[in-house]
């Protein structure tokens, strides 16, 4: 069984910065990717980073690659979200995600298991 489990946000101010972690288990083949995804209060969830586990390819939202770094540790089957230079708009749960497979997709509903979220709340 997979299980994702997030950790990591909290309450930061604008231009800090966080790094958010999602230990997975029961990922027992080599061919899946990880995603990161948020949602603010009143909106949709929104793709925002992605990572094939095999080889570290990896695909950003055009509106946070240039703050945002996703990378792994094969050993510790973690995952991870470095966010810079936070802003108030990031403010949102974010979510882990995890999907069997070689591509690298950016849809929500490409992803078969998700974390129960961690907050992420930037003050001004």
């Known amino acids: 069984q997979v299980q994702l489990v997030e950790s990591g946000g909290g309450l930061v101010q604008a231009g800090g910065r966080l790094r958010l972690s999602c230990a997975a288990s029961?990922?027992?083949?080599?061919?899946?990717?990880m995603g990161w995804f948020r949602q603010a209060p009143g909106k949709e969830r929104e793709f925002v980073a992605t990572?094939?586990?095999?080889?570290?390819?990896?695909r950003y939202a055009d509106s946070v690659k240039d703050r945002f770094t996703i990378s792994r540790d094969n050993a510790k089957d973690t995952v991870y979200l470095q966010i810079n230079s936070l802003k108030p708009e990031d403010t949102a749960i974010y979510y882990c995600?995890?999907?069997?497979?070689?591509?690298?997709?950016?849809?929500?509903?490409?992803?078969?298991?998700w974390g129960q979220g961690t907050q992420v709340t930037v003050s001004s």
């Open positions: 029961g990922l027992t083949f080599t061919t899946y990717v």
């Open positions: 995600a995890a999907e069997f497979g070689n591509l690298v997709p950016t849809r929500a509903d490409r992803y078969d298991y």
């Open positions: 990572i094939r586990w095999i080889d570290g390819t990896t």
